[in-house]
């Protein structure tokens, strides 16, 4: 089992920022993809950032320019950073990892959610 704990959610005006951090423990041994997603009332969860165990990045292009993913391979643990919030980024944010256990077995596991409310 992995476990995924999300902080960083929050509300914020519009045009200002939040940083979402995302903590991986349990029976990692190896995380390969981690990214984070995100699902407004109403609508399908929806693709925002990815980033591989080298460090090769992926973005959803509303959030090109704004959104910044980063993580730490000793710290299992990986970030979003959002500037120049919208009122259209409000949204549970959930963290995913991809990987596998020691015994090559793979893996996907999602966070719980932390909530996002940009105010305009």
């Known amino acids: 089992q992995v476990q995924l704990v999300e902080s960083g959610g929050g509300l914020v005006q519009a045009g200002g920022s939040l940083r979402l951090s995302c903590v991986a423990s349990?029976?990692?041994?190896?995380?390969?993809?981690m990214g984070w997603y995100r699902q407004a009332p109403g609508k399908q969860r929806e693709f925002i950032a990815t980033?591989?165990?080298?460090?090769?990045?992926d973005y959803a292009d509303s959030v090109k320019g704004r959104f910044t993913i980063s993580r730490d391979n000793a710290r299992n643990t990986v970030f979003l950073q959002m500037n120049s919030l919208k009122s259209e980024d409000t949204a549970v944010y959930y963290c995913?990892?991809?990987?596998?256990?020691?015994?090559?077995?793979?893996?996907?596991?999602w966070g719980q959610g932390t909530q996002v409310t940009v105010s305009s």
């Open positions: 995913n990892v991809e990987g596998q256990t020691i015994g090559l077995v793979r893996y996907n596991y």
């Open positions: 349990g029976s990692i041994f190896s995380i390969s993809t």
């Open positions: 980033i591989t165990s080298g460090g090769s990045t």
